[in-house]
């Protein structure tokens, strides 16, 4: 299907105008959360009307046209979609993210012209990630020749870029050898997407495969990337900050989910003496441990957007260091509160919660599969290197 081309979306004013049209939206799309899953339907429509809401363009700084809402919002707006709907809380992870690369290293023209593009209602997928070798080396490479600039490779994993119009893309420089990301028009000749993506969970994401077949490039659609983390920014923990806030709102989905359920379904156990399941004293101590973890994963969460609005307003070693380890201390916790959620909801909710046409195992589905991203078991390395031996974390996407 050929991703339509938005002309007049929303433009969100204000942070409480991105909260308010993000709980319109959340609604909307949670009515038909279970059978998007069930049967796999991409949803492209949902996905338009997603952008035309504006709220894929709320980063933009207020210099280009954009409301420029702080990190909090965005996370906030994030975890109320990804509760409804995990899927869509994750299709413009990478979307917020190259708008993040733009700001920290585009050119005054690069950030207008893409700035604009975002605004119209224009969406970026990504292709960063790459199979089929145990290395890290990314083998996709922009080519640098007289006739002009081409881009060759594969890339998989590429979360939302089904939807795209523009497909941002990690490739390394023949003549230097240093990374760009490289804006590629979906449309382009050359470009091959593939509809591949058949993990169990995050099911409908648009993660498929991308080919690029000597694709012709323009050179303003390179930016540098490898310099960005040649000095201290926020790229790293602005990128993470998204994923744990995906994670806490599909934990806090599935709490919701929980509480309906038990709610109006389940029965208290034989020995509990109580004359419904919301009575029951082991049934009430479970759902209070679920709820503390994802509000403590929420505090963690809101002061580490502190940080990295701190990070983002001065740059320097010390509070992107600080950023960066404060979204590792949040990322940790909604990592395993998340998980915890949507195993906890059968436990507390009994058998019938497994019937299929519930369809509530999404969220444990979904929770597992997103917080595999990256290992949380290194969050918890960055933050103890750091506290104890002063060890500032590498720069890198994935901090």
């Known amino acids: 299907m050929t991703t339509q081309i938005s002309q007049s979306a929303r433009i969100i004013q204000s942070e409480a105008q991105a909260l308010q049209v993000a709980d319109e939206f959340a609604q909307s799309i949670a009515q038909n959360a279970l059978e998007r899953d069930r049967d796999r339907i991409l949803p492209y ?62 050119t005054h023209e690069q950030k207008a012209f893409f700035y604009d593009q975002v605004l119209q209602g224009k969406r970026f997928g990504n292709a960063l990630a790459e199979i089929g070798k145990k290395d890290f080396v990314r083998r996709t490479q922009l080519l640098k020749e007289a006739g002009g600039w081409f881009l060759d ?27 760009y990301l490289v804006f590629v028009p979906r449309e382009a000749a050359g470009v091959t997407l593939t509809d591949d993506w058949d993990g169990f969970g995050q099911r409908v994401t648009g993660s498929g495969s991308v080919q690029f077949d000597r694709v012709k490039v323009e050179p303003y659609w390179v930016v540098p990337f490898s310099d960005s983390f040649d000095r201290p920014t926020t790229i790293g923990p602005y990128a993470q900050i998204i994923h744990a806030a995906l994670d806490l709102g599909i934990g806090q989905g599935a709490l919701e989910a929980t509480l309906s359920f038990v709610r109006e379904h389940s029965r208290p156990w034989i020995d509990a003496g109580v004359d419904t399941a919301a009575q029951d004293p082991l049934l009430l101590h ?85 917080t595999l991203h990256d290992p949380v078991r290194w969050k918890y390395h960055a933050v103890g290197n750091y506290v104890l031996n002063g060890a500032r974390p590498p720069r890198h996407g994935a901090l």
């Open 286 to 370: 479970e759902v209070g441990n679920v709820h503390v973890r994802l509000r403590a994963a929420q505090a963690l969460l809101a002061r580490a957007a502190r940080f990295v609005d701190a990070a983002q307003f001065a740059p320097d070693e010390d509070s992107v260091a600080q950023a960066s380890i404060a979204v590792a201390q949040a990322k940790a916790l909604s990592t395993s509160a998340s998980v915890l959620a949507g195993s906890k909801l059968f436990e507390l909710a009994g058998t019938g919660a497994t019937l299929a046409q519930h369809g509530l195992d999404r969220y444990w589905r979904n929770a597992r599969v997103h």
């Open 153 to 179: 490779g594969r890339k998989f994993y590429c979360t939302g870029s089904l939807f795209a119009h523009w497909i941002p893309t990690l490739a390394t420089a023949q003549d230097d050898d240093r990374l």
């Open 45 to 106: 429509k949902d996905v338009e009307q997603f952008s035309q809401s504006g709220l894929w363009g709320m980063t933009v700084p207020k210099e280009y046209g954009g409301a420029g809402v702080s990190s909090d919002v965005l996370t906030r707006v994030v975890q109320r979609i990804a509760a409804a709907d995990g899927n869509f809380g994750h299709i413009p992870q990478n979307h917020y993210y190259a708008l993040e690369v733009l700001r920290v290293g585009a």
